[in-house]
């Protein structure tokens, strides 16, 4: 039970990184990279999805 709650809090911990990184910032950062998921979902839900997802 101890290793399956340590995993979990692994996995979170790191999408959590993820999605803070993919963030459109004001220097850029790395959502520059991330350009073609905007062709694909649009730019306005892209934006709506990862603040809802950060609470921002």
Known sequence: ?????TI??????????LIVLVQNSKGGGLAAGFSSSNQIMGVRK?????EKATWT
């Open 8 to 17: 979990l809090i692994l996995i979170a911990a790191i999408l959590m990184i």
């Open 1 to 5: 039970m101890y290793i399956f709650i």
């Open 46 to 50: 892209t934006t709506d999805f990862l």
